[in-house]
């Protein structure tokens, strides 16, 4: 098995027990990256260099028989992280050379606990998007493809498209990402591994460029549910310069993998089966369910009542949010700046230059939901729905303890495709969009493949913070499927 | 007689209401751990997180809502135990992020009241809406290049207390009192320095017209003014224009102006846009400030002697008129001064010598009672000569003024310069005698009836005595003597 | 609700995004289109709701008043698109 194959998780095992080197692991990274990225685009900025610094230091910590959670083992970062003195883009041309002066909290806790970084991964402009086509750096392509149509290049789903379809391809062990509107799970969807959304205020806002204040939510990638969770034991945790950051323990979620399912109760919330939904990603369901029964837990039919009402609150809420936090691209202290008449025709030109359309446009309607007139009708309508929305998983779990759905309409569908009108792009979203209106925790695990061979994810919805019971449920789904497929475009393929 | 402005369909009534925006006094911002100090070096008091880099966010200074707490019990009003941030969003140089964490909906503080004092010995109460806490701007330096503004951010996210009140004010006179009374309660709360001058108090003014007993008509606010003279003058200024504009036949646009002071006029601003669309939403990155019961009621129990009470108390206790008490108390360290001196002495002796001698003796030497020359436990010292004798009144304006000059205690003066007064009633009498003596025709008129000449007599015994004579002993005994049927 | 092209240049101006005049056509549709969808929340019974503005709702942590922060002028400026000495350019702005 080649170097790239392996899990974060045996990786540790093995640099641990000096079978190979951080730096051998990196470099096989590396080269991976430097063969593939070409056609994948899944990285903006590689960081080669760094990365075998930070290698050696790491061999260095090893030899000494020192190590932290995950000393040598090599990351993507999602380039909404900001990364101290390596450029972060945020996917936009509005941030032109910007070079952060500081590291994100889940990026800082990433190093602190030893992990090389390898680069920035791509995505949809400032987290805009489900398919990562409107990154200004260029589409990402999914590792997958259909098996009768290999020519296809097609979306690893948006916006942490760069990091999943890294962590895909073996260009990465795991990957960090943002979720705000399924961005997490759905592109893990689309490339066939596990992507987490923890509880809102779980991990840290602070140094993540904000798209949605109140909906972001950064999450780690990885190709097992357990090496997710050892990635979300280092990002987690209490940062007091997030003032919506959670002051609760991080526990130990690698462990609570092994958790038995036995005597859970599962809830499946009948209003995310909607109509035109592909027929294969139904049977998936009810086979996942299966799963579970064998596995020991009791399935309880549960209803959401406000579940189809997510996407549209989302797209008031998400926007408006947005259109205050891009305020600040304005070619005044960093970033890019086109020239103007005066100040107003200076910050005009900018944002016309720097912004993307599907930025744009959500800046307009963000702009105009919360304007005179309108605030009422649709920014405080829709934050009353988001309440709705709580409470409807509020009410369900107090009757169970996970909620297993799928976790997108789909699977990835070629570059191009859901282009002519914004509307259908959303709709990627509609089962992810709740538990990020909600804050609570997510997780989507590779569970089959649909009939072009590609692969579909099952999502587990839980309670806030209980992602110990996610680990559980999402490990349990993972062992029932073994799912060994693999995608055509990887390292050593 | 009410204040008025006499147009040419006759008297119009003036509305006015402020708004102050008091920076409060705190080491670091609002939302971030940059320091507030005044007059630094540019962008040198700037974090990442007043500088609106990606990814910033703010958590607040635990000081600057005790700070606003507090502001808010002095003003007699309601704590709103429950408050909420919002942001306020338009686009400005001095505005990083493109929008103002400010409070919107639900401020920290409700209705309270402050009491004002007007020349004529009156008082008015004038109603406080609510006080808010926000985030202060950047500041923007047009004049430093001729086709280029520079920015400097230190001050960009700087605490503010937001104090708004209702349209109570009638005149220029009230607003100005109104502004020293609120100046003087946060000083003695330590909230705010209340200095206009350098920009840690500034007032936007609302003022409307209109003929009495009507409903209120459309008002213009004047921005940013920086002195309470030009508060006053910006009144008159933009009154005045208002009558001409409704008495021309139109009517007044609602508008931000400013005052340009030397030309006593306001004028309308062009930068701050046509519809000011703020788009207010509840700040996404802050929780709810939930404030705990038992804290405010600490900081209550806990607030210093405020003017007011200050004032009645020293009326009260040391019978002073409500001038006299009003100018004590007017800054808490004057009025502290004020009771050291009079602590044993006669309390109107003490009050007209620190409003008299005290205050004329700062003002020439350009002092404040902060650094005063004469100390409030020296000054007392002199009142005791007095008191006892040693010296007359007009012996301690000298050894007053020595004091000043010198910084010596009076008692050391007075004896290195021999001011001791004479009460020996033999030195009093030969004085006496010798004055009289010499002055036998003038004696004579005296009896003859020009009584007059009393005071000349005096004032020839005090030159024997180079002033040292005991006045009312003096008296006394050329009464005496000139009554004495000789 | 549908967006005339003079509420989209009223927006774009509140939004400081410039909006070329052959770009009104299709940017109305998108964002009618956006809209219209959007509509659909008005079917929800709100009544008795209290707006939920971030999901889980603590208490807002406080910091000491310590001075731990700024400082560094170089950092803060060394990204700007245009500076003198320490400060940030920008066309003149007249008040």
Redesign the interface.
Known sequence: MSLTDLTIAAARDALRAHEFTARELTEAHLAAIDALNPRLNAFITVTGERALAQADTADAALVRGEFAPLTGIPLAIKDLFCTEGVRTTAGSRILGPFVPPYESTVSANLLRDGAIFLGKANMDEFAMGSSNMTSAYGPVTNPWQRRQDTTAALVPGGSSGGSASAVSARLAMGATGTDTGGSIRQPASFCGIVGMKPTYGRCSRWGVVAFASSLDHPGPFARTVQDCAILLGSMAGHDPKDSTSADIPVPDYAAACARSVKGMRIGVPREYRVDGMQGEIESLWQQGLTWLRDAGAEVVDVSLPHTKYALPAYYIVAPAEASSNLARYDGVRFGLRENGKDLRDLYERTRAAGFGAEVRRRILIGTYVLSAGYYDAYYIRAQKVRALILRDFTEAFAHVDALVAPTAPSAAFAQGENMDDPVQMYLNDVFTGPADLAGVPAISVPAGLDANGLPLGLQVIGKPFDEETLFAVAAALERAAEFDALPQIRAGG | MSYAIEGSTGAWEVVVGLEVHAQVI???KLF????TDFGA?????????????????????????TQAVRTGLGLNAHIHMVSRFD?K?Y?Y?DL????QISQYQHPIVGEGKVEIELADGSTRDIGITRLHLEQDAGK???D??????????NRAGVALMEIVSEPDIRSPEEAGAYLRKLRSILRYLGTCDGNMEEGSMRADVNVSVRKHGEPYRTRCEVKNVNSIRFVTQAIEAEAKRQVEVWEAGGAVEQETR?FEHARGITRS???KED?H?Y????E???????LDETWVAELKSRLPELPDAKKRRFMRDYRLTAYDAGVLVAEQATADYYETVAKGHDAKIAANWVTGDLFAALNRAGRTIADSPVSATSLGKLLDLIADSTISGRIAKEVFEAMVETGDDPASIVAAKGLRQVTDTGAIDAAVSQVLAANADKVAEYKAGRDKLFGFFVGQVMKAMAGKGNPALVNDTLRRALTDTN | MSLEPATIRRIATLARIHVEDTELATLAAELNSILGWIEQLNEVNVDGVEPLTGAQQMALKMREDVVTDGGYPDKVLANAPERAADFFVVPKVVE
Request: hydrophobic content about 40%.
């Open positions: 705190s080491k670091a971030s751990g940059a320091a070096p540019p962008n040198t008091q700037v974090s990442f997180v007043d500088a609106a880099f990606p990814g910033m966010l703010p958590v607040i200074n635990r000081e600057c809502v942001r969003n686009f140089a990083p992020a493109g929008y923007s330096l047009h430093q290049h001729p086709t280029k503004s520079y920015i400097d951010l400013l601003m062009r930068s519809a669309d788009r207010y939403f509840p996404p990155d802050l929780l709810p400030l939930v």
